[in-house]
């Protein structure tokens, strides 16, 4: 099952599979279910109907986003390369606990063909291809969207602790297109792809698989929820293990393409 939001002339509206469902839906009361409830309770409010308008983020406003940080070991290497302090990368890769962060508000949430956007005062700024989870209230992974964790890595190599100033602004985070339903179990061996243009031209491309990860999905999301509740879902992104290389900065113009399965997740770099 396959969710996506649409704009439509009344506001948002979710559809499954293409076909509409009920306007009254959110994905909160998806979330708010046991994921053995979802395939029941999607087929009985979905119709017939044909779902148009241009796609939104696969997000209700109030839903939280949250990131894992150094979870590949390209990751590692390149936050080491680029830090003063890189010892502080190698202890995170190898330590029991996983680095977490917030990263964004559901209404900050930046959807397909929507601009993502760069900072203003950075000078070196990247997109970070993620499989990004979808999680329900009792923290059990239901699905999963590609996404964006846009970064500004001279920020945070300056020192660690500007990491939520790196991370956290106005369009650095990319969701969509939409939502694929599957227990955690379908996502362990997934292709994570990335590519850039500019000018039609294109200037990177990069891949990787989730088995790659150092860390499991559902440790993951266990750390997450250790002391944290998610009463109407949340979102998870998993870590990057694509880095373009260190003489490549983002600019007003790129097109950036992260493919996650087969979900693919297109946006252009607007001005700052």
Sequence with gaps: MYLTRHQTESGPRW???GQWISPHFTLAMLLDLPQQAHADILHTIASSEKATGALLPPIDPLHEVWASGVTYLRSRDARQAESETGDIYARVYNAERPELFFKALGWRVIGPGAPIRIRADSHWNVPEPELTLVINQYMDIVGYCAGNDVSSRDIEGVNPLYLPQAKVYDGSCALGPGIQLVAAAGLRAL?????????????????TSTTQMKRELEDLVAYLGR???FPQGCFLMTGTGI?????????????????????????EVGVS
């Design 191 to 207: 292709p994570v792809q990335l590519e850039i243009a500019r000018e039609k031209a294109t200037l990177f491309t990069g891949e």
């Design 15 to 17: 559809a499954m599979d």
């Design 227 to 229: 002391e944290l509740t």
């Design 243 to 267: 880095v373009p290389p260190d003489n490549f900065t983002l600019q007003p113009g790129d097109i950036v393409r992260v493919t996650v399965g087969e979900l693919t997740l297109e946006n």
